[in-house]
Each structure stands twice: as structure tokens, then as C-alpha cells.
């Protein structure tokens, strides 16, 4: 089955650190990737989307590139900001469709000012 | 637009009782997905809920089960609770068209069983 690999935490950056958090997926062909992000008591959000090889997502200053020849789709922000700290999800979908999602462990992040 | 309801918030249960989880779609979605995220841990897949029928189902025993109702709306059922059934448990809703499989998620019930 599908697999989602992401790195540990708890990952913790100042104020306007460029931030990476890696993550590689092991699947049937090339679903889409997802990145979702869990602030503290609230629920998932999607935060970015790839649906295909050299998509790049992008969203609230977060990137993102679908790298079939290394199955990694890293989350990368240029500057973080306090209000960034939250856990994050790399995620990947299932090629034969039915919407399955399968979700990596989560890496926390905590940006100090 | 209203997103990915569920109900309830918080729910406190004892061994060997059944619980019942709802969730209600985003509008215009037809497709429900259930998942199960322990303390610390990536969300892990139930099943999923299509034209009232369950369509895929994760590594999970049979005590747990759903429905889905012709209004999209679905239930997730977990019976002889154990301990380990503690969790947030996450109602996932998408549109069914073509291979699209984005999901939008509700916030969750917290399940503790005692």
C-alpha cells in the first residue's frame, strides 16, 4: 500500500528562519500529494496541493514541488512567522481513486520570536 | 458556505459501551471519509462513504461501522469500546468527480474511553 514518510519533529525556528520539513512517499503510480496543517485545537486544514510530476502548490508563502524522480514533495516557507506553529501533514492520495488518503506522522513546528 | 460539520465536540465513554459519531459534509459534497488520529499520530484511514455504501475501508475491526444518509450525511459506530479507541476521530468530505481527492475536514470528535 501507499506510504508517507516525513520528518520528526518537534522542529523549532526563530522568527523569519526559512523552514523545510522533508517528506517522500512510497506508491502505486503518482497520486496527488497534500500538505495539511493542524493548529493547536483545531482541526486539518489543507494547506497546499500537487496533482501531478513538477506541480508546485503554493499557499500563504508555503511551496511545495511533486518530485517524481526522488517521490519527495518537501515543504519549504522562505520566512516563518510565530503564527506558522502548528503541526503539519504531508499527505498523499491513491491512484485508482476512491479519494483514500494516507497520511505521514506529522512534524511540529514551533517558531519562537 | 458551511463546511464539515461533526457532532459532538467531547464524548466520554466507558469499556465495552457503543458510541456514535455524525458528521455532516461541506454543501455540494457526496463523498465522506472517516479516519482516526491518536495522540500524536497522523490521522489513519476507517472507510469511506459513497451513494450510501461503503466503498474502501482501512485496517480497522468490524466493530466499527458507518452509514451515510441520502442527504450525504454519515455516522461512525464503534462497538465494545476499548481503551485504545481513544482518539480524535476526523469526518473528511469530497466531491466525487474524476480522480479529484481533495478532502476538507471537520474539527473532530474526542473520544476517551475509560
Known amino acids: 500500500g501507499n506510504s508517507v514518510t516525513q520528518m520528526e519533529g518537534p522542529v523549532t525556528l526563530s522568527e523569519e528562519a526559512f523552514l523545510t520539513i522533508n517528506c517522500t512517499y512510497t506508491?502505486?503510480?503518482?497520486?496527488?500529494l497534500f500538505w495539511y496543517v493542524q493548529y493547536p485545537g483545531e482541526g486539518l486544514q489543507l494547506l497546499l496541493k500537487?496533482?501531478?510530476?513538477?506541480d508546485k502548490g503554493s499557499n500563504k508563502g508555503f511551496e511545495a514541488t511533486y518530485r517524481k524522480e526522488t517521490t519527495s514533495f518537501h515543504l519549504e516557507k522562505g520566512s516563518v512567522q510565530v503564527s506558522d506553529s502548528a503541526v503539519y501533514f504531508c499527505?498523499?492520495?491513491?491512484?485508482?481513486?476512491?479519494?483514500?488518503?494516507?497520511f505521514g506522522t506529522g512534524t511540529k513546528l514551533q517558531v519562537i520570536p | 458556505d458551511a463546511g464539515v460539520t461533526q457532532s459532538p465536540t467531547h464524548l466520554i465513554k466507558t469499556r465495552g459501551q457503543q458510541v456514535t459519531l455524525r458528521c455532516s459534509p461541506k454543501?455540494?459534497?457526496?463523498?465522506v471519509s472517516w479516519y482516526q488520529q491518536a495522540l500524536g499520530q497522523g490521522p489513519q484511514f476507517i472507510f469511506q462513504y459513497y451513494e450510501e455504501e461503503e466503498r474502501q475501508r482501512g485496517n480497522f475491526p468490524d466493530r466499527f461501522s458507518g452509514h451515510q444518509f441520502p442527504n450525504y450525511s454519515s455516522e461512525l459506530n464503534v462497538n465494545a469500546l476499548l481503551l485504545g479507541d481513544s482518539a480524535l476521530y476526523l469526518c473528511a468530505s469530497s466531491l466525487d468527480v474524476g480522480n479529484t481527492d481533495t478532502q476538507y475536514f471537520g474539527p473532530g470528535t474526542r473520544l476517551t474511553v475509560l
Open positions: 506508491a502505486t503510480g503518482y497520486p496527488s
Open positions: 500537487a496533482t501531478k510530476a513538477d
Open positions: 454543501s455540494g459534497h457526496d463523498t
Open positions: 499527505a498523499g492520495g491513491s491512484s485508482g481513486g476512491y479519494q483514500k488518503v494516507t
